[in-house]
């Protein structure tokens, strides 16, 4: 599967974002999606992850209550609704996508949208 992540930019402390990431190539709804993020000099860590149906979904606890993860299978597209962002935000945002569930190892990613939160 294809990944296109897009959405990113920048933005003031406070402000929102929505990221949306566009799957093609294979059958969407197999899959489980996350969004992850890798700020400058840090790791990549994992922000939000959904199942297939929609029916799961985990955060990391620092996107808890600001961030929401969402699809449309009708759409091939998962978003990530981002409120009161942080400068800490900053990051490049991936999606992946996982045939095994939530917290399996991701097995395609895309290729990252900039997140740039100012304060």
């Known amino acids: 599967v294809q990944l296109q992540a897009s959405g990113g930019g920048l933005v003031q402390a406070g402000g929102s974002l929505r990221l949306s990431c566009a799957a093609s190539?294979?059958?969407?709804?197999?899959?489980?999606m996350g969004w992850f993020r890798q700020a400058p000099g840090k790791e990549r860590e994992f922000v939000a992850a959904?199942?297939?149906?929609?029916?799961?979904?985990y955060y990391a606890d620092s996107v808890k209550g600001r961030f929401t993860i969402s699809r449309d299978n009708a759409k091939n597209t998962v978003y990530l609704q981002m409120n009161s962002l942080k400068p800490e935000d900053t990051a490049v945002y991936y999606c992946?996508?996982?045939?095994?569930?939530?917290?399996?190892?991701?097995?395609?990613w895309g290729q990252g949208t900039l997140v740039t939160v100012s304060s």
């Open positions: 959904i199942s297939w149906s929609s029916g799961i979904t």
């Open positions: 190539g294979r059958t969407f709804s197999n899959y489980a």
């Open positions: 992946a996508a996982s045939l095994r569930g939530v917290a399996a190892p991701y097995d395609y």
